[in-house]
C-alpha cells in the first residue's frame, strides 16, 4: 500500500478543476449549441459557471480528505525536498502561481467592469383567489363542440398570439427576439402544461401588468387582453393553445 | 480532525448544490440568446410522389397549414388578417427562394428547404418539427394547387459554383450595383431605400419592400454567398426582385455577390450598452463627428408595438443601433436606424423616443417597459423629424433642419405630460442620409428637475427603452416599433489605486502560502499504517 502512493494527488485534482473550467468554458457551449439546436454556441452563464467551479472545487477537496492516506499524499507533494525533478519544479510553479491568482482575482474584481443585471423572476406565481373558481365552458362540452372550440381558438391564436408566441406556439414569433423576457415557448413541458386552464385565463386576461412583483411585471410584454378578448373567446384561445402546442393543461386533483 | 473537516465540506457542497438551483432557474429566464431563423440546405432522401402520399399531405396541410395558406392553397387562410408579407398563394407561381429560372416553379428539393428553414421576419414557421415524411407529403399537395409542376415537371435549375472573393471583385460588385440598377430599389447603400422602392410603397401603396441588404439575418433566402448567387441568378418570382441570370454574366454576378455580402452585418446585441468616458471637453452634437467611432455601438431587436390598442402588427423599422458617450458634465446618445423613406407629414413623422425611469432603480423593481404605470414614472427623451408646410403637405426633412426635441413623463401610455419648458434640457439634431436616420440626443449627466428627470450616475446599471416611429408606415403614437428594458452603464476608469490593491494581495498571498507550508514542514501529515 505505502508504495503505491499517489504523489501526485494535488496535480491531479488541479488538473481536474481545470479540465471543468475549460469544459464549461468551451465544450459545453457547443455541446448545448447541438443539443438545443442553436444556430450560436450557448456560453455557460457566469453566475453559473461561478458555481460550477466552486462546487468543484468543493469536490476535490472531499475528495481528498476520504482517507488520511489520501489526505496526507495531497498535503505531502506540497513538501520541499521531496520526490524528482518534476515533482519539484511543479511545486516550484505552484508556489509562484497562487499569489500571481490571488494578485489576478483581486484585479478583476477591482477593476470597475459593467455589471451584468440580475434578473431573477418566478413563471408561475399563484392563481389569485377570483380566478380560482373558474370552468372552462368548453372542456365539459361534447366532442364535436369542443373540436369546434379548438378550431376557433387556433384561429384567433394566430391572429393575436403569433407574432410573439410564434405560429407553432414554440415562442418563435417574428417578434419574439425583441423582447428579453422571451414570449413562452408553450410545447416546453415546464410552461403552460404545468398549469390548469384558470391560470391561462388568468394570465391572458390580465397580462404582464397583473402579473405580481416576484414575476417582474415590468419586464414582460405580455399584453393584458380584457379590453380586446371577450371572455368566450379566451378560453377557446386556450383550447386552441394547448391544441397547437400539442401538450394538456394539468390535471386537477379530483375533489372528493 | 479531519472527520470534523470533511462534514463540513460536504455541508458545504449541499449548500452549494442548493445556490446552484436557484440560480439555474433565475439564469434560465434572464438569458434570451437570439435566435434567427437561417435557410438550411440539407435534403434528405425526397419521398416518392404516390397518390398516397399526396391524400396524406392533404391530412398534414388542412392540420398545419391551412389556417394561413387557406384551405384551397389562396393564401387567405383565416389566420392571415394580421400577417405581412401575406402568406403564400400556392395556386399562383410566387415562390420566392427557388434554384430554378426565373418564371419556373421550385424543385421538391427547394421546397423542402425552404418549409424545414422557415422564412424570417414573416409568419412562415421553420417545420423540422415534423417529420420529414410529413413535409415531403405536404409538398406534394401543395404542388396539386398549381398545374404548372405538371407541366413544368423537370425545371432548369441555375448551376452554382463558387468563386472567392477579392477587394478588386468587391469593388467591380459595387460598380455593377450601380450599373444594373440594383440601387433604384435597394439604395445606394443597400438599405432597400431606393427612389423606386419609394414610389412603390408612397405612391403606388404596393407591399413590396426592397430588402435592407446591410441587415443580413433577414435574408429569406439565405446569406451564405451561394445563397445570395442564387437569389440574384433566379429572383423571386412575382416579385420586383427579378432574375439577373440574363442580365449579368456568371462572372459578374459574383462580383455583384461578393459586394452585397461586404453590405450584409450580423446584428451586434448585447443587454448593457456601454457609455465610455469622453476626454474632451464637448462631447459630439453631430452624427457625423469622428468621435462616435470610440464609442461600443449595440444593435436592438425592435417589434411593433402590439400591447396595447392601436396595435402595429407591420412594423417597417426593425433594428436601431445605439451609441453613447459622456464627460463630467453631459451624456450623448447617437441612434441610428434604417428608414427607405424620409417623408414627413403633419401627423405622421419619423420619429424616436428614449426611455428612463425618472430615478434609478434601487432593487429589481422598475417602472413597466411600455411607458410606466402608475406604480413607476419614465422619462421620455423624444425627437421628431422637421416638418413646418402647410395641411397635408408632405415633404422630406431638410438636412439642414435638426427636428425637434421634447422631454415628457409617462405613468402608463394614457397619461403623458410635456414638461414645462424650464425643465427641457435634452438638445437633439438628427439627419438622413441614404436611407438611414442618425440622432443625436445630448442632456447634462444632472438637472433641477430632479423629479421628472433621470439623474445619470457613474457604474450604476440604468435601464433604457426605445421607441421609433416611421412616418411613411403610417406610424404615430402606439404604432411605433418598440423594445423592452435594455441597460445603460456609464463606465468607470481604472482607478490607480487598484495596482496598489493587487501589490498588497499578491503579497499577502505570498505570506500565508509561506506560513501554511512552514506549518505543514513542522506538522508533516502522518499516515496511519495499517
Known sequence: MANKRNTFLLIWILTAIGCLFVFLKYASPKIFQVLMAKDHPMPTPSTLMMWYMIMGVLAGLVYATTSNQKFADFLSFLLPGSGHVIQSFLRNMLFVAFPVLVGWFVYTWSIPGAASPVELRIQHPTLPQDFEKLENPFRQKDDQAQRKSIEEGKILFQTYCRPCHGSKADGNGPFANSFRLRPINFQDPGTIATVVDNYLFWRIKEGGPGLPSEATPWDSAMPSWKDDLKDDEIWMIIMGEYDTAGVMPRQREKQE | ?530
Not at chain 2, 410566387?94 to 422557415?118: A, C, H, N, Q, W
Open chain 2, 1 to 530: 480532525m479531519i472527520k470534523a473537516l470533511k462534514k463540513g465540506l460536504i455541508c458545504f457542497g449541499l449548500i452549494g448544490i442548493g445556490s446552484c438551483f436557484l440560480w439555474i432557474c433565475g439564469e434560465v429566464s434572464a438569458q434570451s440568446s437570439l435566435l434567427f431563423r437561417t435557410y438550411k440546405h440539407e435534403v434528405p432522401q425526397k419521398l416518392q410522389e404516390t397518390p398516397e402520399a399526396v391524400a396524406e399531405g392533404k391530412k398534414v396541410y388542412e392540420k398545419r397549414c391551412w389556417y394561413c395558406h387557406g384551405i384551397e392553397g389562396k393564401g387567405d387562410g383565416p389566420a392571415s388578417k394580421t400577417m405581412f408579407p401575406k402568406p403564400r398563394n400556392f395556386t399562383r407561381n410566387e415562390y420566392k427562394v427557388r434554384s430554378t429560372v426565373f418564371g419556373s416553379v421550385p424543385t421538391d428539393e427547394d421546397l423542402f428547404r425552404i418549409i424545414t428553414s422557415g422564412i424570417e421576419g414573416t409568419a412562415m414557421p421553420f417545420w423540422n418539427t415534423i417529420s420529414e415524411k410529413e413535409r415531403w407529403q405536404a409538398i406534394h399537395y401543395i404542388k396539386t394547387f398549381n398545374e404548372q409542376f405538371k407541366k413544368d415537371a423537370t425545371p432548369q435549375v441555375v448551376s452554382v459554383i463558387s468563386i472567392a472573393s477579392t477587394p478588386e471583385s468587391v469593388n467591380r460588385g459595387q460598380e455593377l450595383f450601380k450599373e444594373t440598377k440594383c440601387y433604384e430599389c435597394h439604395g445606394e447603400d443597400g438599405r432597400g431605400n431606393g427612389p423606386l422602392t419609394v414610389a412603390l410603397q408612397t405612391e403606388w401603396n404596393m407591399p413590396y419592400r426592397a430588402r435592407d441588404l446591410t441587415k443580413s439575418w433577414n435574408f429569406k433566402g439565405g446569406n451564405t454567398i451561394e445563397d445570395i448567387y442564387r437569389t440574384i441568378s433566379t429572383g423571386f418570382n412575382e416579385t420586383p426582385m427579378g432574375s439577373y441570370l440574363e442580365k449579368l454574366s456568371d462572372e459578374d454576378r459574383w462580383h455583384v455577390v461578393h459586394y452585397v455580402k461586404s453590405l450584409a452585418k450580423d446584428i451586434a446585441s448585447d443587454v448593457v450598452v456601454k457609455v465610455k468616458l469622453w476626454e474632451g471637453d464637448q462631447l459630439p452634437s453631430d452624427a457625423s463627428d469622428e468621435s462616435w467611432s470610440k464609442a461600443t455601438a449595440v444593435e436592438i431587436p425592435l417589434a411593433g408595438q402590439i400591447i396595447a390598442t392601436p396595435r402595429q402588427w407591420a412594423p417597417s423599422i426593425d433594428a436601431i443601433m445605439v451609441k453613447a458617450l459622456y464627460n463630467k458634465n453631459e451624456i450623448a446618445f447617437l441612434l441610428e436606424w434604417d428608414d427607405a423613406t424620409n417623408k414627413q407629414e403633419e401627423v405622421f413623422r419619423d420619429a424616436v423616443s428614449l426611455q428612463f425611469p425618472t430615478k434609478i432603480p434601487e432593487s429589481l423593481k422598475k417602472p413597466y417597459f411600455a411607458m410606466g404605470d402608475s406604480g413607476g414614472a419614465v422619462n421620455l427623451w423624444s425627437w421628431k423629424a422637421y416638418w413646418n408646410e402647410g395641411f397635408g403637405a408632405v415633404v422630406e426633412a431638410p438636412e439642414n433642419e435638426s427636428g425637434s426635441v421634447s422631454e415628457m413623463n409617462a405613468k402608463g401610455f394614457k397619461n403623458v405630460t410635456i414638461q414645462p419648458p424650464e425643465s427641457q434640457n435634452v438638445a437633439g439634431r438628427g439627419i438622413y442620409q441614404n436611407g438611414r436616420w442618425k440622432v443625436v440626443l445630448k442632456r447634462t449627466l444632472v438637472t433641477e428637475d430632479t423629479k421628472g428627470d433621470m439623474q445619470f450616475e457613474i457604474g450604476k446599471l440604468i435601464p433604457i427603452a426605445f421607441a421609433v416611429w416611421d412616418g411613411s408606415n403610417s406610424d404615430v403614437g402606439g404604432l411605433k416599433s418598440v423594445s423592452s428594458w435594455y441597460y445603460i452603464s456609464l463606465e468607470k476608469q481604472v482607478p490607480k489605486t487598484v495596482f496598489v490593491y493587487v501589490l498588497i494581495a499578491i503579497i499577502m498571498g505570498g505570506s500565508v502560502e509561506m506560513w501554511f507550508i512552514a506549518r505543514l514542514r513542522r506538522f508533516p501529515p502522518k499516515v496511519e499504517e495499517e
